[in-house]
């Protein structure tokens, strides 16, 4: 059918990368008996599944969770990546549409923070971006060792 399902997940302690692969396992382990069809526009998750199909062994963390996850299930499941924020739409850039919709304001402070220490963006264009309050980022801002200098 065309269900879509959206959960959301928070942990500060992982990057980005982790989370994607953490979404993947959720997926299969929801639905193990059906065939899955899972959207990313993580190519980091995308060639790690991908790598999986091969010989080889697994030795990051994320790649033992998801071989865990995509060897336990009973259905099959199809990893498609797409490119972020393509100007063509169709059916899988929708599912990634809906997947950024889901995630949009999903910032931690910690989040923020390397957001700033990477690009040193001003305390309105951060709260903006991260979907944080002015104070807090306000505080990030005032906190940063580079642009108190």
Request: one cysteine or more; hydrophobic letters at 40%; charged letters at 20%.
């Amino acid at each position: 059918g065309e269900q879509w399902h959206c959960v959301k997940a928070c942990d500060p302690t992982l990057s980005v990368q982790q989370l994607e692969a953490a979404a993947v396992v959720l997926a299969c382990g929801l639905f193990r008996d059906e065939h899955l069809n899972i959207v990313t526009d993580s190519i980091f998750v995308a060639r790690l599944c991908l790598a999986m199909t091969g010989p080889g062994v697994a030795t990051s963390a994320a790649a033992l969770v998801l071989e865990e996850a995509l060897s336990s299930r009973q259905g099959t499941v199809s990893i498609i990546h797409v490119n972020s924020h393509d100007p063509v739409k169709g059916y899988f850039q929708t599912g990634n549409d809906k997947a950024d919709a889901a995630a949009k304001g999903v910032w931690t402070l910690q989040e923020a923070r390397q957001l700033h220490e990477s690009l040193h963006i001003g305390t309105k264009a951060l709260a903006k971006r991260c979907g944080i309050s002015t104070a807090d980022a306000r505080h990030v801002v005032a906190t940063c060792p580079h642009c108190q200098k």
